[in-house]
Every structure is written in C-alpha cells, then in structure tokens.
C-alpha cells in the first residue's frame, strides 16, 4: 500500500484550529516567544508592570523545543497573563495563536552574541575557573555552548521568520539590539496589536521600573556585537552549520 501523505503545515493547523475553538476562554494573553538571552524576560516583565498580569513561563530554554501543548491551553484559557514561551513554532502553538487572535512578539539575536551570552550567564551562575586558565577555559567553553546550542538556535530563527513571511500566523519580529535601544517603542506597539492602549510615556516609565528592579528584570542586556571575538575556527564551523541546515 501506498505511505500516507504527511498534511502540510497548513493543513495541520487547521486541525488544530478546530481543536482548540472550545479553548479560547476568557482569559486575555500576550505571547513573548524568543530564543534564550534575548531580553525576552525584561520585555515580559514590562509588559506585566504596564497590564497588571502576572508572567507565565511555560518553558524552559535548556529543554530543547518545550511543547506547548492542548493542555497548556487549557489551563490558561480564563487566566490573564504574559505568556513567556522558548519554543520553536509548534501546531498547537501556532493553532492557539490563530484561535486567541493573539500576535505574539518573537525575539531574535545575531548567533554568535546568543553564545556568548549563552555561556557567560552558565559561568556566573557557578561555573569558575583558575585565573591561569580562564582563557583556554572560556575558550573550550565556548566551543561546547556553541556545538550544544548552535542548531537550536539556527533553527528556531528559520522556522519563525518562515512562517512569518509565509504568513502562517501573524507576529511582531523582534531583534535584541532594536529592543533593547528603543524598548517603550516595541512595548507600546506588541500591546497595540493585542487590543491594548498606553502612550510613551507610561511605556518608558515601565521601562524605567523594571530596569531598575534587579530581582524583578533579571536582565542583562549584554553587548551587541559581543560575539564578534569568537574563534576564527568556530565562526567557520558555525557557518557550516547553518548552511547544513
């Protein structure tokens, strides 16, 4: 016999469509979808200082691909919340995004930075090494966050800015550095699309809070271009990488 036809993307979230039409709720959401170390909890945190509704983390970012399932949607369908989301675009997610109406805002940073931040926020979390060795230490560090990280990362950006530009779903794409230079500017505009209205200056005052609040932001806005300094080797590789994917 002949192997079933896989349905297209489209297809599928059609399906979803429908799967979830009982599950909208009353609750109201807005979605931050990013990649790990791209201002996304800053960005969550502000959105929750101006709405009122408390972050909702359903991932984690050191689980590749944290599904967001029928079930998550459920259990948020009457919660209002800022829905704080690592994942690559899924059925269910992109479903439930169509079936909200919901524009997520979706995060992005150049590849090499992403590493670099990726592992100098592993090392003060703990990871120490002798003064003596630190530069062949970060060195070997480097090259393991970056082989350990590198296809996630990779693909994670081509699938969301595939289905953006294939208009699968509606969405606000968003790179690090534009954020982190102007972020009232994105704030005002993700809360807009979503049905909210603040001005300028209530965005910046949020802005002001919650890059004040240490505890609260946990941010690190990091450097732009901070991967520039990576091994020439592993710029090579890197660009491999991508090209086999």
Do not use: M
């Not at 732009?224 to 990488?241: E, F, M, N, S, T």
């Amino acid at each position: 016999s002949s192997e079933q036809r896989k349905p297209s993307l489209n297809e599928a979230v059609s399906v979803a469509v429908q799967s979830l039409q009982g599950e909208t709720g009353s609750g109201r959401h807005i979605v931050v979808i990013a990649q790990p170390k791209s201002a996304s909890t800053f960005l969550a945190n502000i959105l929750s200082v101006l709405t009122g509704f408390p972050v909702t983390k359903y991932s984690d970012p050191h689980i590749y691909d944290y599904a967001f399932s029928y079930g998550v949607a459920r259990r948020i369908r009457d919660q209002n919340a800022i829905i704080h989301l690592h994942s690559r675009p899924t059925v269910p997610l992109i479903g439930w995004l169509k079936v909200k109406g919901t524009v997520p805002a979706i995060l992005h940073r150049n590849l090499a930075d992403s590493l670099v931040s990726l592992y100098d926020h592993a090392r003060a979390s703990g990871y120490k090494t002798d003064d003596k060795l630190d530069s062949v230490a970060r060195e070997i560090g480097l090259k393991a966050t970056a082989y350990s990280w590198a296809g996630w990362l990779i693909r994670y950006e081509a699938h969301w800015s595939g289905n953006l530009r294939n208009k699968v779903l509606d969405g606000l794409w968003i790179d690090y550095a534009d954020l982190v230079a102007k972020p009232e500017v994105f704030v005002q505009d993700i809360l807009a699309r979503n049905g909210f209205e603040f001005d300028l200056v209530s965005c910046r005052a949020a802005v002001e809070q919650v890059s004040g609040d240490r505890v609260r932001s946990n941010l690190n806005k990091g450097v732009a271009g901070r991967g520039a300094d990576l091994p020439a080797d592993l710029l090579k590789d890197l660009d491999a990488i991508r090209k086999a994917i």
